[in-house]
């Protein structure tokens, strides 16, 4: 590793929400050339290109994944050229510092936040690209900026139009503006308004490209068959039989796992089932996901932990003491598309095309692991098909990268469903005591105490040795991993910063050590500490005997976002008045700076819960394509409930033991119910919507539940008795 291509960290300092961690490689500088650089182009920036044929190019910065991030860019930077989105060819950009997330400090697509820290960027792209557009006209025409008029690929004036591709060369010798004006959002055209989707017809036409669905010349397939024991790796391999099959050109050990290579995948799939591997299981054998929840369980009682957050004071907690124990489970991504990728590995180069969230990580994963320079490596990203944060994780990249550079071929790696389902980085188990003290009917104290394993801790160790400089000794490199783990605010967001009034209100941390990977999923920990939070208040109502709703709202200030979106949900869900034979729950949560309240209405028959309807309010600033939004509510509802009322990865001697969807199962179509989903107008910028629809559904479901049965269900998937 050389220190050109990896700079310093910057900042350790860690980001609640989503994915948190916070550093800058500033290897390539910002003279770094634009992505599709043409020299016969107008490319004031990275985001946009002009083409000399007239065309407008949008460089997409952010992996489209299904959440709308296609359609939605486009649009900012419609809005700006004066045209529409229709108009504008779109490009899945590659590393460029210019796209480093202003938070993150990386590019990435995660956190719900590519909308939101894009708004403006984009916006001021697309208008010095306008500027210098009617610039180059007013130039060419001798006329004045102001008689001038930018719309849909021309610039009309007063005796006719030119179209770009008239004005390019001017264009190119105009220096860029210093600051451009914005289109004020009274006078926004697309913004708020669009509500089409672009990929959409090259998704059901089935043209889209995938990773998995790119070709290469002459690649080679190759099925890694992977210790089943996480952290363990092949002792010994008879590969005598694989090789006697049909199209199987080598079995080799790469990195403790072995691949087999064939000219097909299925080839390579049959050949992998003959090959038998004696394993070492590694550090995790014998740890098991029960007892993993018994420890934690310990821990609750026996360690103080780490203080999060406190309000008020400890003396204010007075009366009769309520606790509740709560856990949740692993849960797979399980994305639609498994992972893969295709790799190209020459002498001074390695090509990578895949769908991936997080190509600047990649990049330095794959530089570790095969002693390439950052610079001497290309990712061209693809349509992903589901991230939900396990394509951020560059695992399947470096493999790709491996059997490429051991096999002298180029080579397409593909996961089956079996590989993917019990090799992700899992959405983290957690147990957390709930705790209140209550005088009379009146509740004095709010505490929660978390005990889970540290995402943090693992993805920073895991990148620590790619991010920082070769010459730190690697005990700092652990150092600054441990200090980052014992941090995760992953661990305890939407649990604190809460705006329900308690005279006084604490949380603590306590840090499980062992864990299979895990690693960020949809919403990452907003989705468990909604439902012990939500679930706890509903608790508090019905020990105080207050209506679940009107407990919350007395706690919520008067100008609390919060309480107008519980307002709103009671009225678009007729509180209180469920149909015959139907119960409903109430639950609300803020996570990626977006409010969500849900009103889940069910009947239980026997031991099975069926859920009719789900009343959804979101309050998410400006909806850039309210479409869009709404679609993102309604996955997100079907995507929590699959969590809810299924989702439960089970780990025996540190190997998972769910397989495929007969054993780790979605929700069924017939399952689904009706979903009305309501936008709350706001005049804010536009906040986050992939994650938020999810947290408020498992509290609103078990209070459902709750109001139906009288059973407290404090663990997930949800079990009646």
Known sequence: MSLSRRNFIKTTALLGGGIAIGFNLSACSKSAPYPNA????????AFLQVTASGEVILQLHKAEMGQGVFTGLTTLAAEELKMSPELITVQHGEFHPSFRDPEFYVMITGGSSSIRLSFEPVREAAATVA????????????????????????????????????????????????????????????IGHYNRRLDTLDKVTGSSQFGIDVQYPDALS???????????????????????????????????????????????????????????????????????????????????????????EASEARGETLNALYDVPYLAHATMEPMNALAVVKADSIEIWTGNQSPDIALSSIADATGYRREQIRIHNQMLGGGFGRRIVPDYLVEAARVAQLSGHPIKVVWSREDDMRGDFYRPNASVKMSATIEGNVV???????????IMGQFVDSVSNTLLPQWMPNGLHNKLAGLAASSDPAATEGLIDLDYQFPYKRTDYVMQETSIPIGYWRSVGHSQNAFFMESFM????????????????????????????????????????????????????????????????????????????????????????????????????VFALTAALKGDITVIDGAVQQSNFHNYEMLRMNEVPEIDVHIMKSAEAPKGVGEPGVPPLAPALANAVFAATGQRLRQLPLKLA
């Open 38 to 45: 043409d020299p016969t182009a107008l490319q004031a920036n």
């Open 131 to 190: 500027a210098i557009l009617k610039l180059a006209a007013a130039q060419q025409l001798k006329v004045a900026e102001s008689s001038l008029t930018l719309l849909d690929g021309k610039i009309l004036h007063a005796n006719g139009e030119l179209a770009f591709t008239d004005l390019i060369a001017t264009a190119r010798t105009i220096a860029t503006p210093t600051s451009v004006s914005l289109t004020a959002p009274q006078d926004f055209k697309y």
């Open 222 to 312: 190759a099925v890694l068959i992977r210790c089943p024991h996480f952290g363990g790796k092949a002792k010994s391999f008879d590969a005598v039989p694989a090789l006697a099959k049909s199209g199987v050109k080598s079995v080799i050990n790469v990195d403790g796992a072995i691949a087999v290579i064939a000219d097909t995948y299925w080839q390579a799939r049959q050949a992998a089932s003959v090959v038998t591997v004696e394993w070492d299981k590694g550090p995790l054998a014998g740890v098991s996901s029960d007892s993993l929840r018994a420890e934690r369980h310990t821990l609750l009682e026996t360690e103080s932990g780490k203080k999060v957050e406190e309000a008020g």
């Open 444 to 454: 004095t104290s709010l505490q929660a105490k978390v005990a889970a394993p540290s």
């Open 538 to 637: 509903d608790e508090l109502a019905v020990r105080t005997q207050q209506d679940p709703l009107e407990f919350r709202l007395a706690r919520l200030p008067a100008d609390s976002r919060r309480r107008k979106v519980l307002e709103e949900v009671a009225v678009r869900a007729d509180w209180g008045n469920p149909l015959p034979g139907q119960y409903q729950g109430i639950a609300v949560h803020e996570s990626f700076h977006t409010l969500v309240a849900q009103v889940v209405s069910i009947s239980v028959e026997g031991q099975k819960i069926k859920v009719h309807k789900v009343v959804c309010v979101v309050e998410c600033g400006l909806a850039i394509n309210p479409d869009t939004v709404l679609a993102q509510m309604e996955g997100g509802i």
